[in-house]
């Protein structure tokens, strides 16, 4: 039984007349592995091949190198296709982190902060991430953080502390920690911390875990997002579109609970 | 069964039984026909998880009793080295294969503790050659160097190498232009694009479609291939036609 999420997959048409935001998307090639063409124009044109509406994207040069010129990497994408793709302000705790969050704090189309603590090097629950988690607290913007169990600086359970000083800030766990033997800690972690959202990409995720995510916290409290140009759009939304879950809760992963974040106005 | 587009679907790596340390169900036939069903799978070739993570030889008996009966599933055995006896000597093993059916060999050198290139499997991979039997092996059981000395070594070996994650390109490509009989399944190929790219530079025979289930999500490369930017015919010899070459299956 097919249903408008799985029979246009099965069909090989795009989706129609569902709203996709893909709330975890980079741009931009990687030192450490190829990829074939990360560039806007290919992941626009792949958005379009699935029916995505949305992306909101970091630039890897960014998360990887340089705060200053990957952000800028990042609003030239956003600013070449104002209708399609969303950009987070990339900070980095070793990189004028306040000054690079002044610089883009008024920018149309950033709308998120993307934290790394792994490729940067500095713990999740550091101090010098204070200024973000206050600015993301005041102004209601919401935070992505790269999180892997069982990782020295950014295991979600360090989200904790976090949200003991700052229990109005919005974050999203980026992978939901990654590893499966972690979701089940993550899941247990979110129903502490009703502000803490988990976001799905990752090489280890399978809609048995987004029904099993579901089903303890609620769809509203699941986020779709692929990492691609990392790893391929097409790999993690079909985990959605066919898990065994009612159509407003995979419609909800897919769209719905990421809008409800942001302000309508900037999506 | 095909999909809606009539695109006909061979799993080349799916699998039955329990696993000890993941949630992934109840390991049964009846469960992986169904979800083959949810996905319009037509077709699978599965192996044994007790072939894998218990011994071979029982798995490979268990997996005949498991699925016969079940027209869609293609038998593929686990393969040792007969160093200590454990399993038949080659020539033996291959022959009981092909007369129980099975249309593809499955090997783990990481988990069983042996080394793909050396010289105690060599026999068993010269008896596979002979047979014309596929050898399927997840990316994390060998080094690419080794599966490259493999396959130069035996080229009427045809190797599906799965799992290989969105890291790869650098070193695959390079192995698929010197080694024309080694091939990738589609379970977890997670570069952007990766998948064109690699049917643009090396053929569409050299990329097969595969789940990796009951492990994997199905969705992931069901997703992957009809959602590709790859025409209808492409897709279909991915879908379900170069493996069903490979593995000389004619069961629709």
Known sequence: ?267 | MTTTNGVELLDVNAMVGRLPAEDVGDGSVAELCKTMDRFAIGSALVAHSAAWRHDPATGNRLLLDEIAGEPRLMPCWVGLPDTCGEVAPPAEFVEAATRAGVRAVRLYPGDHGFRFSGPDVAPLLDAIARAELPLILDLDQASWADIEQVAASRPRLQIVVCGLGYRVLRELAGVLDRATNVHVDLSYLGSHLGLEWLVERFGVHRVLFGTGMPVRDPADAVSRLLWSELDDENVRMIGAGTAGRLLGWTGW
């Not at chain 1, 030239?76 to 704090?105: S, T």
């Not at chain 1, 129903?191 to 803490?196: E, G, H, M, S, V």
């Not at chain 1, 959202?197 to 995510?213: D, H, P």
């Open chain 1, 1 to 267: 039984m097919t249903d408008v999420l799985t029979g246009p997959v099965l069909s090989r048409q795009p989706l129609v007349g569902v709203d996709v935001i893909d709330a975890h998307a980079h741009v931009g090639g990687y030192s450490r592995f190829f990829t074939p063409d990360p560039t806007p124009e290919a992941m626009v044109r792949v958005m379009d091949r699935c029916g995505v509406r949305l992306a909101v994207l970091s630039a890897t040069h960014a998360i990887e190198l340089d705060v200053r010129r990957g952000n800028e990497e990042t609003a030239a994408a956003v600013r070449r296709y104002p209708d399609r793709l969303r950009g987070y302000i990339v900070l980095n705790p070793h990189q004028d982190l306040e000054a690079e969050l002044a610089r883009w704090a008024d920018e149309p189309g950033m709308i998120g902060i993307k934290l790394h603590p792994d490729l940067h090097g500095y713990p999740l629950d550091g101090g010098r991430y204070a200024p973000v988690w206050e600015y993301a607290e005041r102004t209601g913007m919401p935070v992505l953080t790269h999180t892997w169990s069982g990782s020295d600086v950014d295991d979600p359970a360090l989200l904790a502390s976090v949200f003991e000083r700052h229990p109005e800030v919005r974050v999203l766990a980026g992978h939901s920690g990654a590893v499966a033997d972690g979701f089940p800690r993550v899941i247990e972690l979110a129903t502490r911390y009703p502000n803490l959202y988990l976001e799905i990409c990752g090489s280890f995720f399978t809609g048995r875990w987004l029904a099993r995510m579901v089903g303890e916290l609620g769809a509203h409290r699941v986020i779709y997002g692929s990492d691609f140009p990392f790893i391929d759009l097409r790999y993690s939304i079909g985990r959605v579109l066919f898990a065994e879950l009612p159509l407003a809760d995979r419609r909800m992963v897919l769209g719905t609970a990421f809008r409800a974040l942001v302000d309508k106005e900037d999506l």
